[in-house]
């Protein structure tokens, strides 16, 4: 069964230190990977995407995600973290057209930011 | 930003009673989505549409009707409205079933 999964309910980082979230799928076809965001009371906005070529893929907003097809990871990053950067992040697979473009999302990584 | 509209915003119903959220776009996008948000399970598919007239299921379509009947609109009609049916509703459009592009979301609370 296709499926996404973020280990991390809730993450806690300082203000200025790296970030890592990550996201693992499971999926029988070559996968389009996105990662978005939510703020509270928000609509979600998409940061980053992967569907092919280089692996690693820059987003906005100072993100990057790496897809590692050997791990099935597509893990997002960001080297200093700002305290806006507090939201919940959904990691999402899909087969583009192929299956009217149906994504699967993962559960979401609540990110909290410490002054 | 997507030009992508969603009405009401927040609704609070009775059980029993029926439901339709609108999505509305003027993107001339082919693909629209309707999902649900709930705590614990991210985003779940409810129905989709791949042009007018042209619908299907999603992973938890159960209790909903959707219809599109103008490239520009997407219902989402919750027959007989439950309580297990309270969530946060969002629309998304895509130009070729490839990227999504999210609306604002509905909040509805069944009482």
């Known amino acids: 069964a296709q499926s996404v999964t973020q280990p991390d309910i809730h993450i806690t980082v300082s203000e200025g230190a790296s970030l890592e979230l990550r996201c693992n799928y499971s999926y029988g076809a070559t996968p389009y990977l996105f990662w978005y965001v939510q703020s509270p009371g928000q609509g979600l906005q998409l940061l980053l995407k992967?569907?092919?070529?280089?692996?690693l893929v820059q987003g906005i907003k100072g993100f990057e995600a790496e897809f590692k097809r050997s791990q099935s990871s597509f893990n997002l990053r960001k080297p200093s973290v700002h305290w806006s950067d507090a939201a919940e992040y959904f990691c999402?697979?899909?087969?583009?057209?192929?299956?009217?473009?149906?994504?699967?999302f993962g559960q979401g990584t609540e990110l909290s930011v410490k002054p | 930003d997507a030009g992508i509209t969603q009405s009401p915003r927040h609704k609070v119903t009775e059980t029993g009673t029926p439901v339709t959220l609108r999505c509305h776009q003027t993107e001339n996008h082919r693909y629209m989505y309707w999902y649900r948000q709930d705590p614990g399970h991210g985003l779940r598919l409810i129905h989709y549409?791949?042009?007018?007239?042209?619908?299907d299921k999603g992973e938890v379509s159960d209790g909903y009707s959707v219809s599109r009947s103008k490239t520009e609109d997407f219902l989402l009609t919750l027959e007989s409205a439950t309580s297990s049916q309270t969530s946060v509703y969002f629309c998304a459009i895509s130009q070729a079933g490839e990227t999504q592009y999210f609306g604002p979301g509905t909040r509805l609370l069944v009482l």
């Open positions: 992967y569907f092919s070529g280089d692996t």
């Open positions: 549409s791949y042009g007018v007239k042209d619908t």
């Open positions: 999402a697979v899909g087969a583009g057209n192929n299956q009217g473009g149906k994504l699967i």
